[in-house]
C-alpha cells in the first residue's frame, strides 16, 4: 500500500545496544522528518532531511544518526541507546511544491523501550 | 526560537456540545503556518486544519474552527457538535514560512467526550 511505514512498531532493547529504526514512504516527498513524543514534550524534532543526501539537526540530535541515501527510505539510528531515548517516534514526509502550505504526513510510530 | 504553549493538558465536553481548545504561540517572523493535529489512542498524527498566517479570515474544515489572532498570537481549535470520536490528544503546531521545514510542537490537550 501506498504511504508512509515505520518498522518496527515496536521495539525493546538494552542500555548500550545500538537500534536502528526504519522509515519508508512511497510518494517520492522531499522532506522526511524524525521526531520523538515525550510526555510533557509534545513532538521534538530529531532531524530532517530535504533530499537524498541532505540531512539536517532539528531539536534534539545528541545519541542520534541518519542517513539518506534513497529518497524513500529515511533510517534513524541510536548508536548507543540510553534509557533517555525511550520514547515514541515518529516519521513524516512533505513534498516540495510551490504552495509550502502542504502537511507533513506522519507514519505510525514506533515504540521503543530501553532497558 | 519559536515557542507554542498549550496551557490546557486536559479538557472535556458532553457529547453534542463545543469546546475550544486554546493555542499560543511566539515567533518573530511574520510569515509562518499554524496546524492542528489530532492523536487518537491508535497514534497515528492526523491533520485537522490549518491556517496561513496571512490569511486574516479563519479556516473551517466542518465542525472544526479557528480563532486566529495573529497580534495576540492565538490560534484556538474551536470543536462543534462533540462527537466520541473526537476525544484524542490535539496538538497545535508552527511551522515558519517558506525555506522553514520543521513544526513546532505543543505540548499537547487532552480532549474527553462525556456520552
Known amino acids: 500500500d501506498a504511504g508512509i511505514t515505520q518498522s518496527p512498531r515496536y521495539k525493546i532493547t538494552e542500555t548500550g545496544r545500538q537500534v536502528t529504526l526504519m522509515c519508508h514512504q512511497t510518494?517520492?516527498?522531499?522532506?522526511m522528518f524524525w521526531y520523538r513524543q515525550d510526555l510533557g514534550h509534545g513532538l521534538r524534532l530529531i532531524y530532517y532531511s530535504a533530499a537524498a543526501d541532505i540531512t539536517d539537526k532539528g531539536e534534539v540530535p545528541d545519541g542520534y544518526v541518519v542517513s539518506r541515501s534513497k529518497t524513500e527510505n529515511f533510517p534513524l539510528t541510536l548508536e548507543s541507546a540510553t534509557r533517555s531515548q525511550t520514547s515514541v517516534y515518529f516519521c513524516?514526509?512533505?513534498?516540495?511544491?510551490?504552495?509550502?502550505?502542504?502537511?507533513?504526513?506522519f507514519g505510525p510510530g514506533t515504540r521503543l523501550t530501553v532497558l | 526560537a519559536q515557542t507554542v504553549t498549550q496551557s490546557q493538558p486536559e479538557m472535556s465536553v458532553q457529547e453534542a456540545e463545543t469546546v475550544t481548545l486554546s493555542c499560543t504561540y511566539d515567533?518573530?517572523?511574520?510569515?509562518?503556518?499554524l496546524f492542528w493535529y489530532k492523536q487518537p489512542p491508535s497514534r497515528q498524527m492526523i491533520l485537522v486544519i490549518r491556517?496561513?498566517?496571512?490569511?486574516?479570515q479563519n479556516a473551517t474544515e466542518n465542525r472544526f474552527s479557528v480563532n486566529f489572532q495573529k497580534a495576540a498570537k492565538s490560534f484556538s481549535l474551536k470543536i462543534s457538535d462533540s462527537q466520541l470520536g473526537d476525544a484524542a490528544m490535539y496538538f497545535c503546531?508552527?511551522?515558519?514560512?517558506?525555506?522553514?521545514?520543521?513544526?513546532?510542537f505543543g505540548t499537547g490537550t487532552r480532549l474527553t467526550i462525556i456520552p
Open positions: 503546531a508552527y511551522r515558519g514560512g517558506r525555506g522553514n521545514e520543521k513544526l513546532t
Open positions: 513524516a514526509s512533505r513534498n516540495l511544491l510551490a504552495d509550502s502550505y502542504n502537511e507533513q504526513f
Open positions: 515567533t518573530s517572523e511574520s510569515d509562518y503556518y
Open positions: 491556517q496561513e498566517a496571512y490569511k486574516q
Open positions: 510518494w517520492s516527498h522531499s522532506y
